[in-house]
T-cell receptor
Framework: EDKVVQSPLSLVVHEGDTVTLNCSYE??????LLWYKQEKKAPTFLFML????IEKKSGRLSSILDKKELFSILNITATQTGDSAIYLC????????????FGTGTRLKVLA | DAGVIQSPRHEVTEMGQEVTLRCKPI?????LFWYRQTMMRGLELLIY????????DSGMPEDRFSAKMPNASFSTLKIQPSEPRDSAVYFC???????????FGPGTRLLVL
């Protein structure tokens, strides 16, 4: 059965800290891995990773994929209270279906 | 563009009632996805459509759930009869191509008493 596991489940840090969120997967016919940020409402897209070892970066956020070890990390440096959210990892499959398999997310709270 | 539009935003109903959730995807997007999110199971894909045709409904929990997409700008997810365990947030998402990022609507928070 396809599986996406995120850790930790929740995390509380102070402003300015650096955090690393983990996503491991066991999925047949892997195509890509995506990170989403979910605040109060809908998930919003952060990154899509398809190639191993290539870092994607956007401001204080960065992410990298390791297709050999089947995991990805999302780093947030110099955290701010606005980073408080649930971070979701999803894996997209190939083979004729565009089904995304989501992890249960990491709930991050950044304290002022 | 207004983004993906869902209605209602909140729904409270009693067990046994029929519930209909509605979604308008972003214009020009060929793919539409229905998800359910709960604390226990996270975000689960229920069904997705390509050009109004259901492609994968393997995530639909049981016969009480049905989804339709009569045209490119409208889809419904129906639960009949509803049960308390159906209480969740239901998201609709669309994408221009299946492998591109998906754009989520604001969700419908459903509570079945």
């Amino acid at each position: 059965e396809d599986k996406v596991v995120q850790s930790p489940l929740s995390l509380v840090v102070h402003e300015g800290d650096t955090v690393t969120l983990n996503c491991s997967y066991e999925v047949t016919n892997f195509r890509s891995l995506l990170w989403y940020k979910q605040e109060k409402k809908a998930p919003t897209f952060l990154f899509m990773l398809t190639s191993s070892g290539i870092e994607k970066k956007s401001g204080r956020l960065s992410s990298i994929l390791d297709k050999k070890e089947l995991f990805s990390i999302l780093n947030i440096t110099a955290t701010q209270t606005g980073d408080s959210a649930i971070y979701l990892c999803a894996v997209a499959k190939t083979s004729g279906t565009y089904k995304y398999i989501f992890g249960t997310g990491t709930r991050l709270k950044v304290l002022a | 563009d207004a983004g993906v539009i869902q209605s209602p935003r909140h729904e409270v109903t009693e067990m046994g009632q029929e519930v209909t959730l509605r979604c308008k995807p972003i214009s020009g997007h060929d793919y539409l996805f229905w998800y359910r999110q709960t604390m226990m199971r996270g975000l689960e894909l229920l069904i997705y459509f390509n050009n109004n045709v259901p492609i994968d409904d393997s995530g639909m929990p049981e016969d009480r759930f049905s989804a339709k997409m009569p045209n490119a700008s409208f889809s419904t997810l129906k639960i009949q009869p509803s049960e308390p365990r159906d209480s969740a947030v239901y998201f609709c998402a669309s994408s221009p191509f299946g492998e591109e990022t998906q754009y989520f609507g604001p969700g419908t928070r459903l509570l079945v008493l």
